[in-house]
């Protein structure tokens, strides 16, 4: 096999065809899967920047963002696994899952919280593992093996967390080992200029980074990229489809840990019943970021600008003084707008 | 890229080298359904082995045989002269033998340069080795070029490339990933006349590199226009195996057809028979 010795990498540079323009800027920047999201993100900004004034603030910005970043971590993970042509219906009950485990593996075993979480972690993993290896296995669509573990997971985070503490909450965890560390790591706030900015928002960027990095940067994005575009075509070419999709749902379970540890040190109690009706809020993150539903296309940092619409509208609705109960016909409404304005950038952009 | 062979060849009816693909009397049985029997071919290098055949003559199970996704039951395969049995398509890739199937195994949505390298990415030689893009870009280009493809832009996605221009990305890519045999498995069915042409220059190129082609097709017109080399399968046996020299157009249009079956239809549709 001639691989890499016949190539001649000296120059590193992209020979350009003399017959082609080079398309400029504004043309390649408008055929982006992420530009429908960010015009949308923008004209919200502005449009709750002027009708409700406490939006204003900066500490108002902090809370949005928080709120964009507990569903923008998760919609990361299932950002990666759509663009990967799967489905993760279970990945809300995942969340409450993972933070229950730790709290009540921790609590009843009298382990130090950390130990608790890495538990929780094995768990999730396995869960992830789980929902990967029998889509694989049975290839039956993802949407209906999630959808039983959804349930199944619900069914478990209720009937187990009553089973062991007698009640729908986790006891409180905040005098025990490992609580101060945990904190810090996952739910505590620091200062920028005066604006108490909770942690999780650097999290939320920095895995939004990493994906970025790894999907367009590495081996492993091209293969995501390949194994939702046309798995047997990268089965033929020597991709593991396998591995990388049982890998995207344990990257998912990964994030749903993650999540939910934020949730145990931040609320110290979990309600066992919480986490119903997330995963469409991961999913509309990630497809008002521009991730095709049938897979094979789609960025990270879309998935996080529609999670940052998602916070918005979430605080931008109380802040403006509305109804809250508008949120979800708003949320709604917005889906459906990104769903065709994506379409018709997509189609643009195939005709050029 | 291409070793040429240099042992010679006790009994071989066309040129002094060994071959690189042999097959002798090679069958293969699916249950008590017999697909193939006793096929007999020779690939050499710099050479196009056309292999023709209507609709369930075989040669898709002769294609699998060839390129290691089934095992044949009876008979020898020979690569470079010894007895071979692969395992898996990647024993095959691993001796040289590369297929482009119909479907191509491109991933539509993705850029081309993406799918020239799927599965097989260049990465930078530091940390952290992330993909060397404008490597892989400048690769595509060259290797494209370097058949007489030229594409405007390696970024568009592959799904947008015509039909013809798929086909010889898919085939570049086997090349380049060292091919010494390429299955070429009806490369032209689906494509136009302009763009059945564009396939046909590439594979007369691949052939002047000193590729082995084994080109899979139900059309005479198109064989014989780049083969050197024919076997004509029928109902899962060999009809005819001859050289270009031997058989002119016509008569290699009619073996296909069937002969007098097309005389008849000829007949039948009252027209005189050319």
């Known amino acids: ?352 | 890229m291409t070793a040429t062979v240099e042992r010679p060849e006790h009994d071989a009816p066309s040129g002094g080298n060994v071959p690189l693909v042999e097959l002798k009397n090679v069958g293969k049985t699916y249950g008590n359904i017999t697909a193939l029997k006793d096929i007999c071919l020779r690939v050499h290098a710099g050479e196009v082995t056309g292999i023709l055949g209507d609709n369930g003559a075989g040669k898709s199970t002769l294609i699998k045989i060839i390129s290691g996704l089934h095992q044949q039951t009876e008979g020898d395969l020979l690569v470079d002269g010894e007895s071979t049995k692969f395992v898996s398509p990647g024993d095959a890739l691993g001796k040289g033998i590369a297929t482009v199937y119909q479907n191509l195994a491109v991933v539509p949505l993705m850029p081309v340069w993406r799918n020239f390298f799927l599965g097989q990415e260049l990465r930078k030689s530091s940390f952290p080795y992330s993909l060397d893009a404008n490597g892989m870009r400048a690769t595509t280009l060259t290797e494209l070029r370097k058949m007489g493809i030229e594409l405007p832009d390696v970024d568009a996605p592959i799904g947008s490339l015509s039909g013809g221009q798929r086909q010889c990305v898919a085939i570049a890519r086997a090349v380049f990933f060292g091919a010494r045999v390429l299955i070429l498995d009806e490369p032209t069915a689906a494509l136009g006349v302009k763009q059945s042409g564009v396939v046909l220059k590439y594979i007369t190129a691949a052939k002047e590199a000193g590729f082995g082609v084994v080109f899979i097709t139900h059309n005479p017109h198109h064989a014989y226009m780049v083969g050197d080399h024919f076997v004509l399968l029928n109902r899962g046996r060999q009809k005819l195996d001859c050289t270009y020299d031997e058989i002119s157009l016509e008569h290699l249009t009619q073996e296909m057809a069937g002969g007098d079956e097309l005389e008849a239809l000829n007949h039948e549709l009252g027209r005189k028979s050319a």
């Open chain 1, 1 to 352: 096999m001639t691989t890499q010795a016949d190539l001649d990498l000296a120059s590193h540079k992209v020979v350009h065809d003399e017959r082609v323009k080079e398309r400029n800027r504004m043309q390649r920047m408008l055929i982006r899967p992420e530009m429908g999201a960010l015009i949308g993100a923008i004209a919200i900004f502005i449009i709750f920047m002027i009708v409700a004034p406490p939006f204003r603030e900066a500490a108002s910005l902090a809370t949005v963002l928080y709120a964009s970043s507990t569903i923008g971590i998760m919609a990361c993970g299932v950002a990666l696994l759509m663009i990967g042509g799967e489905f993760d219906l279970s990945a809300g009950v995942a969340v409450t899952f993972s933070s229950l485990a730790a709290s009540m593996l921790a609590y009843n075993l009298h382990l130090s919280l950390w130990a608790g979480a890495g538990l929780a972690l094995v768990l999730a993993l396995a869960v992830g593992f789980f929902n990967g290896f029998l889509v694989m296995k049975t290839k039956i669509p993802s949407f209906l093996i999630t959808l039983s573990s959804f349930f199944m997971l619900a069914g478990i985070n209720l009937a187990v967390t009553k089973l062991v503490s007698g009640q729908v909450a986790t006891q409180s965890v905040n005098d025990m080992q490992g609580w101060a560390s945990g904190q810090w790591v996952f739910a505590h706030a620091f200062n920028v200029f005066g604006v108490q900015v909770k942690i999780t928002v650097l999290w939320w960027l920095l895995f939004t980074a990493v994906a970025t990095w790894v999907l367009f940067k590495t081996k492993i994005g091209n293969w995501i990229f390949a194994v939702g575009g046309d798995a047997d075509s990268a089965r033929a070419v020597g991709v593991p489809v396998t591995k990388v999709k049982i890998g995207l749902f344990m990257f998912v379970a990964f994030c749903a840990w993650f999540v939910g540890m934020h949730l145990l040190f931040n609320f110290n109690t979990v309600q066992s019943g919480q986490g119903i009706g997330n995963e469409f809020f991961y999913i509309i993150a990630a497809v008002v970021g521009g991730c095709l539903l049938t897979g094979g296309y789609g960025t990270a940092i879309g998935a996080a600008i529609g999670a940052f619409i998602f916070g918005m509208a979430n605080q931008g609705i109380v802040y403006a003084g509305w109804d809250p109960d508008w949120f979800k016909f708003f949320l709604g409404a917005m889906l459906l707008f990104a769903v065709i304005a994506n379409n018709a950038f997509r189609n643009y952009a195939a005709k050029r």
